[in-house]
């Protein structure tokens, strides 16, 4: 089944505390992205990829890091996680330029008290 | 991108055909009109897209003005499972630098499908 996963689902940190939320395709998708979702602000990206290695910042990048050493992952680093960053996180894939689709993910509800 | 418009919230009946609008006045030539949906914070899914022509799959059916500045997404026999926040996007898929491959998602509409 084609499909993206998170992980994990749920996660409640402190202050400061190093994460990574992981993100996976198996559709063998060029490009990723990181999307957070905050109450009457919608979805907004993090940052995204078009393929392995190249990796670029979305329009609210700070606080966070992403790497793309294989096609199929494109994890999220918070370093020093802080309350606002506390949200729902969202990973997703499309095949290419070309693709009109774009599949998400079920998403991570991450709560930094 | 172009901006688009939703109405904040619509009801519908179970089995009857539920009718999203949106305006997009400004929609350029090249840009195409795509519809997702949002159930209860799940992933938003990809339900249809098109261009200047009229749209259909297994969900639903894309209705595009001739001027192309509004659409109507159409759930034909609307179900409680349809219940969503469904938006409405304008974009242009070939849109290269910062925009490549991101969706803008607005407030979009609730629909409420009720018994």
């Known amino acids: 089944e084609a499909q993206v996963t998170q992980n994990p689902r749920y996660l409640i940190t402190v202050t400061g505390k190093k994460l990574t939320v992981t993100c996976s395709q198996n559709m063998n998708h060029e490009y990723m992205s990181w999307y957070r979702q905050d109450p009457g602000l919608g979805l907004r990206q993090i940052y995204y990829s078009m393929n392995v290695e190249v990796t670029d910042k979305g329009d609210v990048p700070e606080g966070y890091k992403v790497s793309r050493k294989e096609k199929r992952n494109f994890p999220l680093i918070l370093e020093s996680p802080s309350p606002n960053q506390t949200s729902l996180y969202f990973c997703?894939?499309?095949?290419?330029?070309?693709?009109?689709?774009?599949?998400f993910g079920p998403g991570t509800r991450l709560t930094v008290t | 991108d172009a901006k688009t418009t939703q109405p904040p919230s619509m009801d519908c009946a179970e089995g009857r055909a539920a009718n999203l609008p949106c305006n997009h006045s400004?929609?350029?030539?090249?840009?195409?009109v795509y519809w997702y949906r949002q159930i209860h914070s799940q992933g938003p899914q990809y339900i249809i897209h098109?261009?200047?022509n009229n749209e259909t799959n297994e969900m639903a059916s894309l209705i595009i003005t001739e001027d192309r500045k509004s659409s109507t997404l159409i759930l034909p026999h609307a179900t409680l499972r349809d219940t969503a926040v469904y938006y409405c996007?304008?974009?242009?898929?070939?849109?290269?630098?910062?925009?490549?491959?991101?969706?803008?998602f607005g407030q979009g509409t609730i629909l409420t499908v009720h018994p």
């Open positions: 997703a894939s499309r095949q290419g330029l070309s693709s009109y689709e774009q599949y």
């Open positions: 996007i304008v974009r242009s898929p070939n849109a290269g630098g910062t925009s490549y491959g991101k969706l803008t």
């Open positions: 400004t929609i350029s030539g090249n840009e195409y």
């Open positions: 098109g261009l200047k």
